[in-house]
């Protein structure tokens, strides 16, 4: 224990009180005898027989216990009651116990027991329970006197004796209640030569757990219930059933006191040359409660931190005759007169000392002891390494720096290490930091970087493979790759199902396409969907029959497989054709159109196997057709090869099931200048202008009188365009202009004077050429005419002929000369009703109805229903602006309309 290090960790101050009246009592008039301490107070016994009390201003207050002197006095814990003995006679002492909280008149405190000793014998030592059920009283002839009973009810209070063995002084006692509460307390007792417990309440059965005792004032009781030894080789702590740890403080000691964590030890000086703390002495003989044997040496104190091994406190004194401890403070009384004051400092202070003398593993212990936050602890840590650090001790200081992961930043310890000379330093404090969960991406970086320079695969692989959760998967993925560890990278990738790194190192780095075709087999349908799209290219390009076939299968039923599968297209087709799944999972073709840059023909095969799955996607189809119509300059093909091409996109346009864009297919057609697509697919979308068009464009005169032949019915002006485009050129048609005029006079399309006029542009047309077309037309024209001014003449007949009638009913009276009823046939009589109409009848014939001839009223009604509904038509544009579309003759149908008063 020698090299226990030493600091000051208190503060010693002499006790000076500035009493002015010479009368009044101060703790350097005091002959003490006794102390104790406890509810704040110190509590002093002098040879007067005073009890005196010291408050925290050194104020004494006194009363007068007894008579003589006071020997001995205990303060209780739980309750504010002192026991004390002292005598008040010669003879026997006396016991008694003070209610500290009651006083009488004289405010003295009330005794409420006192017991005299049977056994006139000096007292060295009291034990007592907390309820003062037991009360022990040690002797000097090696007896211990037992007090049992209701200290407060009892009339007689019996005492028992009891005798140690070898009848050696009992030095000290104590009660250990302490894990012993099924066998009842247990009295620990301390002889000059032994040590005994008693189990008080088995009729004070005796064991002796020593043979080695110890001299008054040896003994002590730490603040948890351990009784403690000092002894002359050492500091022995004990427990009920023998000795327990000890301390090897060499040296006789006189007085020892258990303060906080602290043990006071008190001895003397053997050699004035040095100081040492277990140079310490004692007297052998000589009484508690009385200064033990004066001597002119001087005493040493030493004040211990068992759990943290240092020694706090060093000091010289005078003769220190007593000492206690209470309001934070430990208290010396020397054997002159003089009370010393030892204030513990505060733990910053301890702590700046200890930094200061670069004793950071004390500070450390210190800290943890005072139970400072982590974070204090962690900068202390922080310190140490960073002495460390400075001297060069780069493995000592790792080590205190790994004690502040979690509370101080990575950094800050990570840049002191960078050197390449050091790189076993930081791969140990990485390493921590993942194994704390507390390492990011960076960090992963660094330490994978230090593995694969270090070329540590053995740590490398225990890293990967044991510690995956405490990294970033994907840093160590890139780590790995990029420092050529590509079976690591490919574990990491497989165990954390990182599918696209397993795959870009598999096709990127190994080039093992035929490996990564078959794992993207063995994964879910999404992930297998989403990395063919983006390796699709590559493994096309490598593998264009197996990852063709791999494609059919993801687009039309996918299943994951376990193992690799034989590629046959056939069984593949038939699997497919077959599976009767109502929930299909399949991937879009067209989605996977363009990964096949490189493999036109693979291309072909895969869309044509779509269309084979009824696919609907029209992307499939514009594209196969568009296939089907490329010709690729790198691959030659004969005029035969190219006609079957032909066919085959004509077979695959005309087929009902084809679901391509009709739009689309029409610009390939063009584009490809494939004449028999576009004709199919203008008469597809009805397109007959453009048809006459392609024809005209061609100079096809038999195609373009084919097609006004075929799709003039639908459209007649196709005709007019036709006579058009003749009329323009510059070849001799003849022919074709008779054909197309005798179809427009029989549809009656175009007037005879447009007609010439559209021949006219063509100076090869020869009037023989119109001559039986404008006679026939003339002729026509005039038996029109004819018929025209035959129908203008009734018409103005009969205008004329209502014209009168009108005039006549308004001018001219008129006569009835009808003598029958029209309805009854019966002779009018009166009274009767007649009509303008001529029509006459009884008035009983016609009822209500006096107003309106029922014989002409429904032909009346007819005239203004469709005079109503003239007048409604009128508003009705589209049905007019239709009709006007769908005639034959448009001015006919403006002059009906005009005739009918609808348009005004």
């Known amino acids: 224990m020698n090299n226990w290090k ?109 017991i005299k000793l049977e056994k006139s ?16 009283v040690g002797l000097a002839n090696g007896e211990i006197i037992a007090i049992r009973g209701d200290i407060f009810r009892d009339k007689t209070i019996k005492q028992k004796s009891i005798k140690a063995p070898g009848e050696a002084p009992i030095t000290g006692m104590s009660f250990i209640t302490k894990g012993s509460s099924n066998q009842g307390p247990v009295l620990f007792v301390v002889t000059t030569n032994s040590v005994l417990t008693y189990h008080t309440a088995h009729r004070d059965q005796e064991t002796v757990i020593d043979d080695e005792g110890g001299d008054i004032g040896s003994f002590i009781m730490s603040d948890d219930g351990s009784p403690i030894i000092a002894r002359s080789d050492a500091i022995y702590f004990y427990t009920v059933e023998g000795r327990g740890p000890c301390f090897g403080f060499p040296g006789t000691k006189t007085k020892i006191l258990w303060f906080r964590s602290y043990l006071v030890v008190i001895g003397y000086e053997q050699n004035t040359n040095s100081l040492f703390p277990g140079a310490i002495g004692t007297s052998a003989g000589g009484s508690f409660g009385s200064p033990i044997q004066p001597s002119t040496k001087s005493n040493v104190l030493n004040i211990y931190d068992l759990k943290n091994k240092y020694i706090g406190f060093t000091d010289k004194f005078d003769s220190i005759s007593y000492i206690c401890s209470e309001w934070g403070s430990i208290f010396l009384f020397t054997n002159d007169g003089k009370v010393y004051q030892l204030e513990e400092k505060d733990t910053q202070t301890k702590l700046e000392t200890l930094f200061k003398k670069h004793s950071y593993s004390v500070a450390i212990d ?16 922080r310190k140490y390494g960073d002495h460390l650090y400075s001297k060069g001790d780069y493995d000592g200081a790792i080590a205190q720096y790994l004690c502040t992961i979690g509370k101080l930043e990575p950094s800050y310890v990570i840049r002191k290490f960078l050197d390449a000379q050091r790189i076993h330093n930081l791969t140990s404090y990485i390493q921590a930091l993942h194994e704390k969960n507390l390492a990011n991406a960076n960090h992963t970086t660094l330490l994978l970087n230090c593995y694969t320079k270090l070329k540590d695969v053995k740590k490398l692989d225990h890293f990967i493979k044991t510690d995956s959760g405490t990294f970033d998967v994907e840093t160590a993925i890139k780590v790995c790759r990029q420092g050529a560890y590509y079976e690591h990278a490919l574990y990491l990738a497989s165990k954390n199902n990182r599918h696209e790194w397993y795959l870009k190192i598999l096709l990127e780095d190994l080039e093992e396409y035929r490996k990564a075709l078959h794992y993207i087999q063995t994964l879910e349908f999404e992930e297998a969907d989403k990395n063919l799209k983006k390796y699709g290219k590559i493994l096309v390009s490598e593998l264009p029959e197996e990852t063709t076939m ?43 159109i363009h990964i096949f840059v490189s493999q036109p023909e693979w291309l072909v095969k895969f869309l044509e196997y779509m269309v084979q799955q009824n696919n609907d996607a029209p992307l499939v189809y514009n594209t196969l ?79 373009l009188i084919k097609a006004c032949k075929k799709y003039g019915i639908k459209d007649p002006n196709l005709w007019v365009r036709a006579l058009s485009y003749f009329s323009i050129t510059k070849q001799d048609c003849q022919n074709e202009i008779v054909e197309i005029l005798t179809n427009i006079d029989k549809e009656n399309l175009i007037p005879p004077l447009l007609v010439i006029q559209i021949l006219s542009q063509n100076k090869n047309t020869t009037l023989s050429v119109i001559k039986d077309y404008i006679s026939r037309r003339l002729s026509q024209e005039t038996q029109q005419i004819d018929k025209d001014y035959s129908l203008i003449k009734h018409f103005a007949e009969e205008t004329e002929k209502m014209r009168n009638e009108i005039n006549e009913l308004r001018t001219n009276a008129k006569t009835f000369q009808q003598t029958k009823c029209i309805v009854c046939q019966s002779p009018l009589d009166l009274p009767s009703i007649h009509f303008l109409c001529q029509h006459s009848f009884h008035q009983r014939c016609l009822g209500d109805n006096e107003r309106e001839c029922p014989v002409c009223a429904p032909d009346n009604k007819r005239i ?41």
Not at 95 to 103: A, C, E, G, R, V
Not at 366 to 381: C, E, M, P, R
Not at 566 to 591: C, H, I, R, W, Y
Not at 866 to 878: F, R, V
Request: charged letters at 25%; a negative charge.
């Open 6 to 114: 030493r600091f000051t960790f208190f503060d010693k101050e002499l006790v000076k009180e500035t009493q002015k009246d010479e009368n009044i009592t101060t703790l350097q008039k005091l002959s003490i005898t006794c102390t104790t301490s406890g509810r704040g107070i110190l509590v002093i016994g002098d040879g007067e027989g005073f009890i005196n009390f010291v408050d925290r201003e050194y104020r004494i207050s006194s009363f007068q216990a007894y008579q003589q002197s006071v020997t001995l006095i205990h303060q209780l814990k739980e309750r504010n009651f002192l026991t004390t003995i002292g005598h008040d006679e010669m003879g026997a002492a006396i016991l008694k116990i003070w209610n500290l909280d009651k006083t009488d008149k004289n405010d003295i405190p009330i005794c409420v027991r006192a």
């Open 121 to 136: 014998v000096t007292v060295t030592c009291l034990a007592l329970l907390e309820d003062l059920s037991q009360i022990m």
């Open 366 to 381: 210190l800290a943890k002891s005072q139970h400072y936050d982590n974070t204090s602890i962690a900068d202390v840590y």
């Open 550 to 592: 791999v494609l059919m299968k993801l687009c039309t039923n996918y299943q994951p497989i376990a193992s690799a599968n034989v590629f046959d297209l056939n069984a593949l087709t038939l699997s497919q054709n077959d599976n009767g799944s109502k929930n299909k999972v399949k991937a879009a073709p067209e989605e996977f």
């Open 625 to 703: 057709l568009e296939l089907y119509l490329r010709e690729d300059k790198s691959i030659p093909k004969t005029d035969e090869e190219k006609s079957k091409s032909k066919d085959k996109a004509y077979e695959f346009l005309i087929n009902p099931k084809s679901k391509f864009d009709q739009d689309h297919a029409l610009i390939l057609a063009q584009v490809h200048n494939w004449k028999k697509g576009v004709l199919y697919l203008y008469e597809k979308l009805e397109l007959y202008n453009e048809i006459i068009e392609y024809h005209m464009e061609n100079n096809d005169y038999e195609g």
């Open 864 to 904: 203004l229903e469709i005079k109503k509904s003239q007048s409604e038509s009128a508003g009705q544009h589209d049905q007019f602006f239709k009709l006007l579309k769908t005639s034959p003759d448009g001015f006919s149908t403006i002059a009906d309309y005009y005739g009918r008063s609808i348009i005004n």
